[in-house]
């Protein structure tokens, strides 16, 4: 199964880029052997519309062009999961013959409605409200730990 992390929004170089680089090379790395083929990331431009409702839906309408397979969309009204619960549900759809799950990112306006309803799954990282550059290495870290999780590597402890 592919994994995917669309975003909308482009990350300046520096740290926060450094270190989701990081953790996108340990994925994909460490998921080959368990049948992850690939995790993309792939950049949306935020939209110029002067109006927030068109922006999102702009960028909705983007995310939806190249989203593929099970929709995850990552949303402050989401509910909050453990990462075993994540690792668990990525590797059941993995199991069952999912060609890919995709991650969504809104803009900084947030998700279109229409995301969060053709979402699988729609998940918070917490009540705070996070910056996008944060967002995005919490992301693909916590797609890292599921495939350590999967593989039983002892990355993620309790």
Known sequence: MRLLLVAVGRMKSGPETELADRYQDRAAKAGKSLGFRSVDVVVLDES?????AQRKA???AGILKVAAG???ALDERGKAIASDAFAARLGQW???GEDATT???GGPDGLDATIRDKADLVISFGAMTWPHQLVRVMALEQIYRAVTILSGHPYHRV
Not at 48 to 52: G, V
Request: net charge negative.
């Open 48 to 52: 110029r519309s002067a109006d927030s």
């Open 70 to 72: 099970r929709i995850v």
């Open 94 to 96: 993995k199991d069952s």
């Open 103 to 105: 991650l969504v990112i």
């Open 58 to 60: 702009d960028e909705a």
